[in-house]
């Protein structure tokens, strides 16, 4: 069997597709796990996947954004070495794009550029009036439901909520980068979630290697299964290859 560093050495269009498991190693909580939002919600407050969705922003909003504010903004995290092993890897012209799960935009803090947010990101929140930006910052500084400062709209998270489609044109994106990759490495996430988790059906690829503490339905099809941390494995194998 091959080893990480040799599949990253022999690509040339390398694919990475993520999940929460590539920010956990930098203190971001993933929903599902047995330590993640799932897991610590208490049995009187309203179930996570309420107050993640679009009909919680419409009827609820106050407690949305209490939740929001508090469980799914992480100002002080920072990238980890797996986010920054990646950026290396685009910056010597190996990796054409990450593809995420994670709203939390550490691959961008790393230095990756082309980043195609599934789910959209919380960096960047929108008046649902006259579509104003605001960055995360105007988001944590706010209190009750966040009003645009230009029209007093409401302004929200642009990231994908339950009960919202997925943005087409960066599944579409997704899809036409994984086509074209000769290495896609999948990590962090166990492809449970759908239409996402699909999208590694679409790889025709050489190589498919799989990092992810927990078995995922796919590690029969990988040529390479890593039931390892991603920072250290992705770290060390970029570290030797690179220098
Ligand atoms: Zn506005």
Request: glycine share 10%; hydrophobic share 40%; charged share 20%.
């Amino acid at each position: 069997m091959d080893s990480l560093q040799a599949i990253l050495d022999r690509g040339q269009d390398i694919v990475f597709f993520g999940g929460a498991g590539i920010s956990t190693e930098s203190g971001i909580p993933d929903f599902r796990s047995s330590a993640g939002l799932y897991a610590t919600a208490t049995p009187d407050s309203p179930a996570p996947e309420y107050l993640l969705s679009h009909e919680c922003l419409e009827h609820d909003p106050e407690s949305f954004f209490d939740f929001h504010r508090t469980s799914l903004l992480h100002p002080k995290a920072r990238p980890n070495r797996a986010h920054q092993a990646l950026a290396r890897l685009e910056e010597v012209g190996k990796l054409s794009a990450v593809i995420t799960q994670n709203i939390d935009g550490l691959h961008q803090a790393a230095g990756s550029r082309r980043v195609l947010e599934l789910h959209g990101s919380a960096q960047r929140n929108r008046c649902i009036d006259c579509g104003q930006v605001q960055d995360m910052r105007f988001m944590l500084d706010s209190t009750g439901v966040p009003r645009c400062p230009i029209c007093r709209g409401m302004v929200r998270p642009d990231v994908v909520l339950y009960g919202e489609p997925l943005d087409q044109r960066v599944m579409d994106a997704a899809i036409e980068a994984i086509l074209a990759c000769d290495v896609l490495i999948v990590g962090g996430t166990s492809l449970n979630v759908y239409p996402a988790a699909g999208l590694v059906n679409f790889y025709q690829g050489r190589d498919l290697v799989l990092i992810n503490r927990d078995p995922t339905a796919h590690d029969g099809q990988a040529s390479l299964v890593l039931h390892q941390d991603l920072g250290p494995t992705l770290g060390d194998a970029v570290d030797s290859l690179l220098g």
